[in-house]
């Protein structure tokens, strides 16, 4: 079976797949005990498997772990604890920014991409970052104000 | 008070503390205590409903289940407040079967107004038992003790004595007393405070465990293979087909088909790379012309469920008349992740499952009955889940893991896919609703002479909704039908002297139905305040200002007043005499008996391309006593919003074979793009009950937005969703 090297929260890891197409989401979640990430489409829809592969958020759920290969993978295990949570992940416990929390994971992994990009974003600018990442439950105002509030800025009216 | 055996007592300790440590290191060991729970289940015996334990810490048990709503920590507020502990000492076991007593499943909003009030009787009951424990140790009289902050202690000060030492690890033995005294709203301290909710961190951290992340030893990953027409029975499967995937096994139960791995990525593939042929479906109606359709349905009954005066006597001599059709179509719960059970059918008999279901206790006498099994050896575990609101695929996710697990031997994942979801969750049903109404002017306003409304609905049928897999594999079973009350809030709110609603109850419809948010409720005053609108643009009157002339229930005149205050509505007819950009309201008294809730919102049309955008939603929403205001401004907020995406995009269309919005493109929700700047007011009566608030604030919404469009850009939108397409179908002159 083919082993995939990579960095993943930090520390080397290794996947094994018998399918180099195998998406990542499936190698995190069953192989190397990581379930931040969520199956939600798998058709990269909706951004609940979000992880971030050299900084980028990507789309587990349609990401073949063979890519994977000498990349620098973040979970959103590897940001903080329920304990020690980010910046971003404070946030968005501040705010209560999450009912069920199913996309959960997907909106803070973007978020946290956005805000190294853009420090310090507007209204308008998060909403674009988070607008292909989707939310059933309506947490959408809480989670403006979540980003707005890890970005240093006063929780504005979203 | 009897003192339990030291081997039951650890037998209770035990029974929770593994079910919460179990269930991190990987659930295997909360099976050891299956059959020896030891825990009183009875939703009479105060036992059933708490436990202490030494350290002093309290643990609520319940049927009711938080999905996400925030009800667990409202229960544990209330809980602390009524015995007097800190409300970090309180936790919850919610939806368990083998821990939690039945006080029926969550939705309708009952898990405060109802299992939260069953609950705070049940620590009423308690904190009496406890003071009078505390008299005989003491050696005071309880009058002179109290309990707070975990300690019962004299009144006049003194020593005292913690909860843990007093009670800890025993049991109660009391039956639940429903005149035990209440402490006096008043004087709350924990309830009324927005306490944080406990399963947020872990949600944020990705440490929260889903019902999606349970792992058992020897767990198989499954996926079923549908039939690409709804009822489609299987001919023939070519098993080679998938041979060269690693582990696969293929099950098949007539034209049940699933495929299953120890690696879901192979589970995966082989339900894509599966060979199948498969025959005719049971044919669909198609979704276009659905409300012709519906009406040529068989009538399960007739039901007049209002009719105070003579409306079809008034109706029929009125000289000024308004009439109008309302539609609402087929909707997904649309659950951002797919439903998903884990099932252990073991040789043995014992049968454990775990599940997001709304319904655990529910679902295990369906399996019972359905399976002639003892319900004792049945043990449905509820775990997180994605937000269901409502019943989605969940029940019949865990009968195919149920299905499986059995035909393997083996424990079982069954994970729908994202097509499954939207394809095949029960649908919250097509509605329609005939509208009319005589007006008459009266000095500068308007009155409601006479109202009638009637509706199609499917019937409520007895028995278990029945599960997709028991028909693909040829199994009889019940066929219930069940969407919940669908008929509240046709009747017009304002004063009339004449109203009659009548419900055609329908015995089919052509996609299986469920309970989806609010159920009936948002189309039917989508229909009364959209109608309503109608009758004050014709009679040329201030929508507001119309609605309070006929409105005399302070609660309710107060939400009105506060929703125009907080988005400063200037009085006016409608339409907005320049066009593009305009304001809706809508009012609704939830169930007709329930929470008062008021909307009013702000939207730019552009007629042209159809579009609509929502500025900004003010609600003023009145519950009752609120128990958490973070937790209930959060339920608004999504009822808000979520209903603003069901209203702007939301239908489950479907061919003459099978369902056709089945991913994010082809059924699309609410993005970011769209969110509207969202503001709401709390009204809070202590001295009244609590309501529930997991779907009140949907019900004005998709009203208020429909008489914002018509605000801005004089187009009256009768069906949902409002697409561009259908505004400008509607704005072209000669529609209807």
């Not at chain 2, 079910?19 to 991190?24: A, I, M, R």
């Not at chain 2, 349970?214 to 039939?227: D, E, S, T, Y």
């Not at chain 2, 003579?310 to 179509?329: F, G, I, R």
């Not at chain 2, 219930?480 to 089919?508: C, E, F, I, M």
Request: aromatic share 4%; glycine share 10%.
């Amino acid at each position: 079976m083919a082993k995939y090297n990579f960095q993943l929260n930090g520390r080397p890891a290794t996947a094994e797949s018998w399918d180099p197409a195998q998406p990542l989401l499936y190698i995190l979640r069953n192989q190397l005990g990581l379930t931040g990430p969520k199956f939600g489409c798998g058709l990269g829809q909706c951004g609940a498997c979000t992880v971030l592969v050299d900084g980028t958020p990507v789309r587990s759920c349609v990401t073949p772990v063979s890519r994977m290969e000498k990349r620098a993978v973040t979970t959103i295990e590897g940001l903080g604890s329920p304990e020690k949570p980010d910046a971003v992940q404070a946030a968005f416990i501040a705010e209560q920014a999450a009912q069920c929390g199913y996309c959960t994971n997907g909106m803070i992994m973007t978020a946290k991409a956005l805000l190294a990009k853009t420090p310090r974003p507007t209204v308008e600018q998060v909403k674009a970052g988070l607008n292909n990442n989707l939310c059933r439950c309506g947490t959408h105002t809480r989670i403006l104000s979540a980003v707005l509030r890890a970005s240093g800025q006063k929780a504005a009216q979203a | 008070m009897p003192q339990v055996t030291s081997l039951s007592r650890r037998g209770l300790l035990r029974s929770t503390s593994a079910l919460l440590v179990g269930f991190s290191l990987g659930v295997a060991r909360a099976q050891s205590t299956l059959t020896a729970t030891g825990k009183s289940l009875d939703p009479n015996e105060v036992d059933s409903f708490l436990a202490f334990a030494a350290d002093g810490s309290v643990t609520i048990f319940t049927s009711k289940v938080d999905v996400g709503t925030g009800l667990r920590i409202a229960l544990s507020q209330m809980v602390a407040e009524e015995i007097g502990v800190p409300v970090e000492k309180v936790s919850v076991v919610d939806g368990d079967t083998g821990l939690t007593p039945d006080h029926g499943g969550t939705g309708g909003s009952t898990g405060i107004p109802r299992g939260g009030v069953e609950i705070r009787r049940a620590a009423a009951t308690a904190r009496e038992a406890l003071l009078r424990l505390a008299a005989d140790r003491l050696h005071r009289p309880a009058s002179e003790l109290t309990l707070e902050n975990g300690e019962v202690r004299p009144r006049s000060g003194g020593v005292g004595m913690a909860l843990g030492t007093l009670i800890g690890g025993r049991r109660l033995s009391l039956k639940v007393d429903p005149q035990a005294p209440l402490h006096d709203p008043l004087s709350y301290k924990i309830v009324g405070k927005p306490i944080l909710r406990p399963d947020v961190p872990a949600k944020c951290t990705g440490r929260r465990q889903y019902v999606h992340d349970v792992k058992l030893p020897g767990m198989l990953h499954a996926r079923v293979v549908r039939p690409p027409a709804m009822g489609a029975r299987l001919l023939n499967v070519d098993e080679s087909s998938v041979s060269a995937l690693p582990g696969v096994r293929v099950v098949r139960m007539e034209s049940f088909l699933a495929v299953l791995s120890a690696d879901e990525w192979a589970a995966i593939r082989a339900a894509l790379e599966l060979k199948t042929t498969w025959g005719e479906g049971e044919g669909l109606p198609g979704h276009e012309g659905l409300d012709r359709y519906v009406r040529t349905l068989p009538i399960e009954k007739e039901e007049v469920t209002i009719n105070r005066g003579d409306a079809v006597a008034a109706l029929a001599s009125a000289t000024t008349k308004l009439s109008a059709t309302y539609t609402w179509p087929n909707q997904s719960h649309a659950s951002l992740g797919p439903s998903c059970s884990v099932a252990d059918v073991r040789a043995d008999g014992s049968v454990t499952i775990w599940s997001s279901s709304q319904g655990t206790h529910g679902l295990r006498q369906a399996l019972a009955r359905q399976f002639s099994l003892n319900p004792a050896r049945i043990r449905v575990i509820f775990a997180d889940g994605s937000g269901s609101y409502g019943s989605n695929g969940n029940d019949d996710a865990a009968m195919e893991a149920f299905l499986l697990s059995r035909a393997v031997g083996l424990p079982v994942r069954l994970q729908w896919t994202r097509q499954e979801e939207l394809g095949l969750d029960p649908k919250g049903p097509q509605q329609i609703l005939e509208m009319r109404a005589a007006v008459e002017k009266s000095g500068g306003g308007a009155r409601i002479a006479a109202w009638e409304a009637q509706m199609w609905v499917p019937a409520s049928l007895p028995g278990p909704r029945p599960f997709l897999a028991l028909d693909a594999a040829g199994i009889q079973q019940a066929r219930g039908q069940n969407s919940g009350l669908l008929n509240q809030n046709a009747d017009t709110p304002y004063a009339s002297p004449h109203v009659r609603v009548v419900t055609h109850w329908t015995k089919t419809t052509p996609l299986r139905p469920s309970n989806l948010r609010a159920p009936g409720k948002i189309a039917n005053v989508f229909a009364t305040e959209g109608f309503t609108d109608e009758i004050a643009a014709a009679a040329e009157v201030d929508p507001i200002a119309f609605r309070l002339s006929g409105l005399n229930d302070p609660r309710a005149i107060e939400v009105v007043n506060r929703v125009a205050k907080m988005i400063a509505w200037k009085s006016r007819p409608s339409p907005n005499p320049r066009p593009g950009a305009g304001r809706g309201f809508a009012y609704a008294r939830y169930k007709q008996s329930e929470n008062y809730v008021a909307v009013a919102m702000e939207v730019e049309v552009d007629r042209t391309s159809g579009k609509v955008a929502v500025k900004r939603v003010c609600c003023a929403h009145d519950g009752g006593l609120i128990i958490n205001p973070d937790g209930l401004r959060n339920q608004v907020e999504g009822n808000l919003l979520q209903t603003l995406s069901r209203a702007l995009h939301e239908e489950t269309k479907f061919d003459r074979s099978r369902v056709t919005s089945i991913d994010w493109v082809s059924y699309p929700i609410l993005k970011f793009s769209e969110v509207p700047a969202v503001e709401v007011e709390l009204v809070n009566h202590p001295e009244l009950p609590p309501l529930g608030a997991g779907e009140a604030a949907a019900a004005p919404v998709a009203a208020a937005l429909a008489n914002a469009i018509f605000d801005a850009s004089r187009i009256r939108l009768r069906s949902v969703p409002f697409t561009p397409e259908r505004l400008i179908r509607v704005a072209t002159p000669g529609h209807e």
